[in-house]
């Protein structure tokens, strides 16, 4: 009997009453001894999947208590999202906490949670924050990616306007925080704020640390981040449906949390990795979460595990994750296309309200030319197409230089070897991807 197994039969228990895994799992026959088998067993779970059985996949609790609202709205009206891409439902009896996520293709995905696994997700992301400074609490840090940081409540942190950056510069020198979490985006644009303006803010040791999650932080950016707020980044790997995957301890490693989650790899079948040191498919299963069982759940991102004797005593296994093909630049730019283009469609869908998209992939085929290939109900869409150029410009300049051709209609996902589904494929050099 092992402690994952005593998790999964726990977890199982809990979620018996849910249509969706009712027909999968046999309860009256769940043991201990048979657990792991069960759970090997079961489907991996994406987004689609889930969408697919949106009429069984959540609790029993949560249908009976919103019975009287409208779920279409509350998993696909962006227009009623709060600043944070998140939205609270009044049921009958309690309220329910709805985050969304945009993930490999910038797409919204909503997750259900209840207040008791908030709690759990932000407990353990302070106590892995704690390991660097015990004096770090969520009041004595800035939190860009939390609605309730007062300083951002009428800024659009997104925007990128001077007068705004000076606001909270201003702030910075004022409250003097211990900790900061944000994208390495939005480091990177206080960087050339404070830079630009020859701007001394932050001395050795003000920061405790940097937290950075949502996109790599590639190392030209960690130089200039690190030259600006003199202190070391912390990297904290996850996603809105878990928060945390694993996070980065003072020796550099990036543990995976195995308190709330069990974390797995599969290969390109779909089939677990027992063994240690090979690539495969990252899946969770969010051991608190009953509400919207993920279970097996893949996302996307692609790594190899290691058993690793870490110096600072944590011993959960450690993630490498896998760099970015070749194919995945965007080429005669210093960018990568699926960070990229993952920004623009999550503006896109979050910001210009464009929700009739049901795929889209963007292919740079030539030097300067790129074939959007997207399926949506309202074909050549101009203002769509507007957007599309206008964002994808505002990040990278060099945009002026490329052609681009829209194609309107239904294809399949490239994918890379992995078998991820990608937003964005160079071909040019390789010209393997056929409609």
């Known amino acids: 009997m092992s402690e994952v197994d005593e998790k999964l039969l726990?977890?199982?228990?809990?979620?018996?009453?849910?249509?969706?895994?009712?027909?999968l799992i046999d309860f009256k026959k769940l043991n201990i001894s048979n657990v792991e088998e069960i759970y090997r067993n079961l489907p991996v779970m994406e987004k689609n999947r889930v969408f697919e059985n949106m009429d069984t996949y959540f609790s029993n609790e949560f249908y009976e208590d919103c019975k009287n609202s409208d779920l279409n709205d509350v998993f696909f009206n962006t227009k009623t999202l709060s600043k944070n891409h998140d939205k609270i439902v009044q049921g009958l009896k309690r309220k329910w906490i709805i985050e969304f996520t945009t993930g490999s293709t910038g797409k919204p995905f909503p997750t259900i949670k209840t207040q008791s696994d908030k709690i759990i997700e932000s407990a353990y992301l302070l106590k892995q924050r704690k390991k660097y400074d015990d004096k770090i609490t969520l009041n004595n840090g800035f939190k860009f990616l939390h609605s309730t940081q007062s300083e951002i409540k009428d800024i659009n942190i997104w925007k990128f306007y001077d007068h705004d950056i000076e606001s909270v510069v201003n702030g910075w020198i004022e409250k003097k925080p211990k900790w900061i979490l944000a994208t390495p985006q939005i480091y990177v644009r206080y960087a050339d704020y404070i830079l630009n303006n020859d701007l001394h803010i932050f001395n050795e040791n003000d920061l405790s640390f940097i937290e950075y999650t949502s996109q790599k932080m590639y190392k030209e950016e960690k130089e200039k981040i690190q030259k600006t707020y003199k202190c070391r980044t912390v990297n904290s790997f996850g996603t809105r449906e878990c928060w945390n995957i694993a996070y980065e301890c003072k020796c550099g490693n990036m543990h995976i949390n195995n308190e709330y989650l069990l974390v797995d790899l599969v290969d390109s079948n779909n089939q677990i990795i027992d063994d240690y040191n090979k690539e495969g498919n990252i899946i969770i299963t969010h051991l608190s979460n009953t509400t919207m069982p993920l279970i097996k759940y893949k996302y996307g991102d692609i790594a190899k595990r290691i058993k690793f004797n870490c110096k600072c005593g944590n011993k959960s296994d450690v993630f490498i994750f896998c760099?970015?093909?070749?194919?995945?630049?965007?080429?005669?730019?210093?960018?990568?296309?699926?960070?990229?283009?993952?920004?623009?469609?999550?503006?896109?869908?979050?910001?210009?309200f464009i929700t009739d998209i049901n795929n889209i992939s963007i292919i740079q085929d030539a030097d300067y030319h790129l074939s959007v290939?997207?399926?949506?109900?309202?074909?050549?869409?101009?203002?769509?197409?507007?957007?599309?150029?206008e964002r994808t410009g505002s990040i990278v300049p060099e945009i002026n230089k490329f052609q681009i051709t829209y194609i309107y209609g239904k294809f399949i996902m490239p994918e890379t070897i992995n078998c991820k589904e990608v937003i964005f494929k160079n071909t040019f050099k390789n010209n393997s991807f056929v409609y």
Do not use: C, S
């Not at 199982?12 to 027909?23: A, G, L, R, S, V």
């Not at 290939?373 to 150029?389: A, C, Q, S």
């Open 10 to 23: 726990k977890l199982f228990y809990k979620i018996k009453d849910n249509k969706f895994y009712n027909k």
């Open 323 to 352: 760099n970015q093909r070749e194919n995945a630049k965007l080429i005669n730019t210093p960018y990568y296309g699926t960070d990229i283009f993952r920004r623009v469609m999550r503006g896109i869908y979050f910001h210009d």
């Open 373 to 389: 290939y997207v399926d949506k109900e309202n074909k050549n869409d101009l203002f769509f197409e507007k957007r599309f150029i």
